[in-house]
């Protein structure tokens, strides 16, 4: 069997330090400071999505670019200060790892990100990591999935997509695999059934055997 994750809110709680950037780049450009739920409510879809929704200027603004690139510099920097993974999730990831499967990564946050965060809190309970990148088009769109699932040598039968939001929720319908939808992430179990989430965990340890 085959697990493939999202990692904002699904793996891990990167809320605090991706709070923290957006209010870092926001100051240098004169704007007021979000909350974290202003910040929870925006994540999801890469950060470009993030800077233009936080801001209200739109994804494709010269203003969002900038703060953009001021938000990229930051949180290259402080990735990890206050992130960690969410209780249970460690022993999720050996669990599944001594039943003999194999586990995947799927994020919209930068590949280069995904990559020194799962080295750095799954060392080598993951098999393959993605993130977004110019060449891999940003969840929904499946293509990071897929590719995940080619390169881990499984059909869409020996798949299982956990994730917690909207978007993992579209992302598993197109690529043609289950999804689990986790409630302890940054949607509410009651958002995620609004937009078709038909399957729920509420424990990291409910994945296996699901």
Same mark, same amino acid.
């Given at each position: 069997?085959?697990?493939?994750?999202?990692?904002?809110?699904?793996?891990?709680?990167?809320?605090?330090?991706?709070?923290?950037?957006?209010?870092?780049?926001?100051?240098?450009?004169?704007?007021?400071?979000?909350?974290?739920?202003?910040?929870r409510?925006?994540?999801?879809n890469?950060?470009?999505?993030?800077?233009?929704?936080?801001?209200?200027?739109?994804?494709?603004?010269?203003?969002?670019r900038?703060?953009?690139?001021?938000?990229?510099?930051?949180?290259?920097?402080?990735?990890?200060?206050?992130?960690?993974?969410?209780?249970?999730?460690?022993? +999720? /990831?050996?669990?599944l !790892?001594?039943? &003999?499967?194999?586990?995947g990564?799927?994020?919209?946050? #930068?590949?280069?990100a =995904?990559?020194?965060?799962?080295?750095?809190?799954?060392?080598?309970?993951?098999?393959?990591?993605?993130?977004?990148?110019?060449?891999?088009r940003?969840?929904?769109?499946?293509?990071? +999935? /897929?590719?995940?699932? !080619?390169?881990? &040598?499984?059909?869409?039968?020996?798949?299982?997509?956990? #994730?917690?939001?909207? =978007?993992?929720?579209?992302?598993?319908?197109?690529?043609g695999?289950?999804?689990?939808?986790?409630?302890?992430?940054?949607?509410?179990?009651?958002?995620?059934?609004?937009?078709?989430?038909?399957?729920?965990?509420? !424990?990291?340890?409910?994945?296996?055997?699901?």
């Amino acid at each position: 069997m085959v697990y493939i994750f999202d990692l904002d809110g699904t793996l891990l709680d990167t809320l605090s330090d991706l709070t923290a950037a957006v209010n870092h780049a926001l100051a240098l450009h004169g704007l007021s400071a979000k909350t974290k739920d202003d910040v929870r409510r925006c994540l999801g879809n890469g950060y470009a999505r993030l800077i233009g929704d936080v801001t209200g200027y739109g994804e494709t603004d010269e203003r969002t670019r900038a703060i953009l690139a001021d938000f990229q510099t930051y949180y290259e920097q402080h990735l990890a200060d206050l992130t960690a993974p969410y209780d249970g999730i460690v022993p +999720l /990831l050996q669990t599944l !790892r001594q039943h &003999g499967a194999k586990i995947g990564i799927v994020s919209n946050k #930068g590949n280069e990100a =995904v990559q020194q965060l799962s080295a750095r809190f799954f060392g080598g309970l993951i098999d393959v990591a993605v993130g977004e990148s110019q060449m891999v088009r940003r969840k929904p769109n499946p293509d990071a +999935l /897929l590719e995940v699932m !080619r390169t881990l &040598g499984c059909t869409p039968t020996d798949a299982l997509y956990i #994730g917690d939001s909207e =978007v993992d929720i579209e992302t598993a319908r197109r690529a043609g695999i289950p999804c689990l939808s986790c409630t302890w992430g940054f949607r509410t179990e009651a958002f995620l059934r609004q937009h078709g989430a038909q399957h729920f965990v509420h !424990r990291p340890e409910e994945v296996v055997g699901a």
